[in-house]
T-cell receptor, first 114, second 115 residues
Framework: KAGVTQTPRYLIKTRGQQVTLSCSPI?????VSWYQQTPGQGLQFLFE???????NKGNFPGRFSGRQFSNSRSEMNVSTLELGDSALYLC?????????????FGSGTRLTVV | AQKVTQAQTEISVVEKEDVTLDCVYE???????LFWYKQPPSGELVFLIR??????QNEISGRYSWNFQKSTSSFNFTITASQVVDSAVYFC????????????FGTGTRLQVTL
């Protein structure tokens, strides 16, 4: 059974550009969550999508957005990149939304903004 | 607001030693979930355990064991007879009712196991 797949694994972008990261959840999983991991702030929740609808949102500026497609694949977009956006972006998928279901994480996309 | 504290930033042990990773949490909810994840150098967060707030029974899984104490708001993780492959960063996390997907993570404890 394939795990959560995130592409690309590594990305280098220039300040001011925008970037799109992709996450393919485990087959059958309908919930996809995104997290940002930085040395300074640690792991922080970005947002969660379930059946193409954003269900929860963390405390990030509007430059961070996401969407989910009908096949449950999700993308997150960061516009007008800042140096501080350099981070490991992790995606997690779950069968359903709710406390009774565990979240499986992907290996992440490491974004470097120069 | 919910908060998870992992006071130990880094722990170094010699193989075969037992090691306990501490986790203290804060929440106003009476129903919540606690998690432990392992992050090896590859970056992926590997799920270890989920425990709900109504289940204070300790759990053992092979060399791993968890001690949940609501009275002290702690959910500690012990590795018995540590091995080099246990070297990783370990995160404790909390989620509250209604926002189950929103995990609040601690800052992590880096465990280094040497021969």
């Amino acid at each position: 059974k394939a795990g959560v797949t995130q592409t690309p694994r590594y990305l280098i972008k220039t300040r001011g550009q925008q970037v799109t990261l992709s996450c393919s959840p485990i087959s059958g999983h309908r919930s996809v969550s995104w997290y940002q991991q930085t040395p300074g702030q640690g792991l922080q929740f970005l947002f969660e999508y379930f059946s193409e609808t954003q269900r929860n949102k963390g405390n990030f500026p509007g430059r961070f957005s996401g969407r989910q497609f009908s096949n449950s694949r999700s993308e997150m977009n960061v516009s007008t990149l800042e140096l501080g956006d350099s981070a490991l972006y992790l995606c997690a998928s779950s069968l359903e939304q709710g406390e009774n279901y565990g979240y499986t994480f992907g290996s992440g996309t490491r974004l470097t903004v120069v | 607001a919910q908060k998870v504290t992992q006071a130990q930033t880094e722990i170094s042990v010699v193989e075969k030693e037992d090691v306990t990773l501490d986790c203290v949490y804060e929440t106003r909810d009476t129903t919540y979930y606690l998690f432990w994840y392992k992050q090896p150098p590859s970056g992926e967060l590997v799920f270890l355990i989920r425990r709900n707030s109504f289940d204070e029974q300790n759990e053992i899984s092979g060399r791993y064991s968890w001690n949940f104490q609501k009275s002290t708001s702690s959910f500690n993780f012990t590795i018995t007879a540590s091995q080099v492959v246990d070297s990783a960063v370990y995160f404790c996390a909390l989620s509250e009712t209604g926002t189950a997907s929103k995990l609040t993570f601690g800052t992590g404890t880096r465990l280094q196991v040497t021969l």
